[in-house]
């Protein structure tokens, strides 16, 4: 069985043995070594491994897999990626095992069903189920074994020779497959989720596989004791029934996937990025902000459009040497907002990094670029908050006429919606429209 080192995000621990081949070559799988899920370096005579800002089970090789951990309270970050809509990357050829959660998103639903079709396509081509069906009947030609106490029954009756008989068929006619085909024909009758071709053709394909079943009611079907507990009614040479009833469950009552290991599921193995979900997630905190759309309007910066704030980093030159090429800046957040009938606006980069005090030169170079550019009020640098720096906005000098701060919001917080409403209304003062009271967020908006 591999070897699995658990490790948390960003942190350094001396690299196993069993991550290298004998000639000192690193042995890792090609579609894992091209990300930069972990890193290698030699530190003070020591090869060490550096877990990257991923979060997930990882395999490296047929020996090791890591587990790294998020920094971030388990519960915290799964209020992230579900806020953020984060899509996690999919290592299709790999697979470990879940638990459902309440936490779900559009994109990780579509990720179970997926992975409910997939097992549902094995299920299949490995056989379906089958149970015996008893039967009987009553004539001249017996089959099976006979039923003395019915054979007299209806002789009495009759007052001929027929004879009452039993037997056993095989059949696929069973609570499971009624179970999956009625789940496959609710997600047939799902218009936008059959715009996918392939996953159109897999469910078709699925629901051939099944024709001879019967159609049964759902409910009823969801609630029968096989469909439960199936792993008391499944023989350990169908255990693919057990995932794929545990997903279609999922399916059913709408829930999303655990990040923690589980048991309960297999289904492809997901790694978060979570400095993209940390971006999101703030973007969409502040898009569900009272404030939003009346006192100011934010608009994320990676986009262009109404709701975008993607622009031109630099302006058309009349220089004889101007070379006519564009170069784009994409602040993360672009907060726009009127006073005094002037408008302003706020740049945002959010950096999912640990820093001492201060940004590096490049953080604030890039903060400096991006808010002379929009010609901004303020440019503001958003990080984690640390053991070196507490929850809150700090001020670190202008350039110009543009402030620059640094905000540092509190991803351990465990009451982490206060720390959103903190957030909110820090950024509210800085353009002159924090009201007195701070107000709780009616409703979280998911990122599209």
Same mark, same amino acid.
């Given at each position: 069985m591999p070897e699995t080192i658990v490790i948390a995000e960003f942190k350094e621990i001396e690299a196993p043995a069993s991550l290298f081949l004998g000639s000192g070559e690193i042995s890792a799988f090609p579609s894992i070594i091209e990300k930069n899920y972990f890193s290698i370096k030699y530190k003070k005579g020591k090869t060490v491994f550096q877990a990257g800002g991923y979060v997930g089970i990882i395999p490296i090789n047929s020996n090791l897999s890591i587990d790294i951990r998020p920094k971030?309270?388990?519960?915290?970050?799964?209020? *992230?990626?579900? *806020?953020?809509?984060?899509?996690?990357?999919?290592?299709?050829e790999?697979?470990?095992? #879940? =638990?459902?959660?309440?936490?779900?998103? !559009?994109?990780?639903?579509?990720?179970?069903?997926?992975?409910?079709?997939?097992s549902a396509e094995e299920l299949c081509a490995g056989g379906l189920l089958k149970t015996y069906k008893e039967s009987s009947s009553t004539g001249f030609f017996p089959k099976g074994r006979i039923d003395f106490a019915g054979t007299v029954r209806v002789r009495s009756k009759t007052n001929d020779s027929r004879v009452t008989s039993q037997w056993f068929d095989r059949t696929t006619d069973t609570i499971p497959n009624q179970f999956l085909k009625s789940v496959m024909l609710m997600l047939l009758n799902n218009t936008s989720?059959?715009?996918?071709?392939?996953?159109?053709? $897999?469910?078709? #394909?699925?629901?051939?596989?099944?024709?001879?079943?019967?159609?049964?009611?759902?409910?009823?079907?969801?609630?029968?004791?096989? *469909?439960?507990t199936p792993q008391d009614f499944i023989p350990s040479t169908k255990e693919i029934y057990l995932d794929t009833i545990s997903l279609a469950k999922i399916i059913l009552e709408g829930k999303g996937l655990s990040y923690q290991?589980? $048991?309960?599921?297999?289904?492809?193995?997901?790694?978060?990025?979570? !400095?993209?979900?940390?971006?999101?997630?703030? %973007?969409a905190i502040l898009r569900s902000s009272k404030y939003n759309n009346h006192e100011l309007k934010v608009?994320?910066?990676?986009?262009?459009?109404?709701?975008?704030?993607k622009r031109n980093l630099l302006d058309p030159s009349s220089?004889?040497?101007?070379?006519?090429?564009?170069?784009?800046?994409?602040?993360? *957040?672009?907060?726009?907002?009127?006073?005094? $009938?002037?408008?302003?606006?706020i740049v945002i980069d959010v950096k999912y990094k640990s820093i001492k005090k201060i940004a590096d030169?490049? =953080?604030i170079n890039q903060i400096i670029s991006y808010a002379a550019s929009y010609s901004s009020s303020c440019g503001i640098l958003i990080f984690p908050a640390n053991e070196h720096n507490t929850s809150g906005i700090i001020n670190i000098g202008k350039i110009g006429n543009i402030e620059i701060f640094q905000y540092f919001f509190d991803l351990n917080n465990a009451d982490i919606e206060s720390e959103e409403?903190?957030?909110?209304? !820090? %950024?509210? !003062?800085?353009?002159?429209?924090?009201?007195?009271?701070?107000?709780?967020?009616e409703k979280v908006v998911i990122a599209s």
């Open positions: 971030v309270p388990i519960a915290n970050l799964e209020r *992230i990626v579900f *806020i953020s809509n984060h899509q996690p990357q999919i290592l299709k790999f697979k470990r095992r #879940y =638990d459902p959660h309440d936490y779900s998103s !559009a994109s990780l639903s579509d990720f179970i069903i997926d992975c409910f079709l997939k989720l059959m715009k996918d071709k392939n996953r159109k053709r $897999s469910a078709l #394909y699925i629901l051939n596989q099944l024709s001879d079943i019967s159609d049964r009611d759902l409910h009823t079907l969801n609630s029968h004791p096989s *469909i439960i290991a589980g $048991s309960s599921a297999s289904a492809s193995a997901l790694v978060l990025n979570i !400095a993209e979900a940390f971006e999101w997630y703030l %973007l608009l994320d910066g990676n986009k262009s459009g109404p709701e975008g704030g220089n004889k040497h101007y070379i006519g090429n564009k170069v784009e800046a994409t602040p993360d *957040i672009v907060i726009e907002y009127i006073r005094n $009938s002037e408008s302003f606006n030169r490049d =953080d409403v903190l957030l909110i209304e !820090a %950024l509210a !003062a800085l353009t002159g429209h924090a009201r007195e009271i701070a107000e709780p967020l």
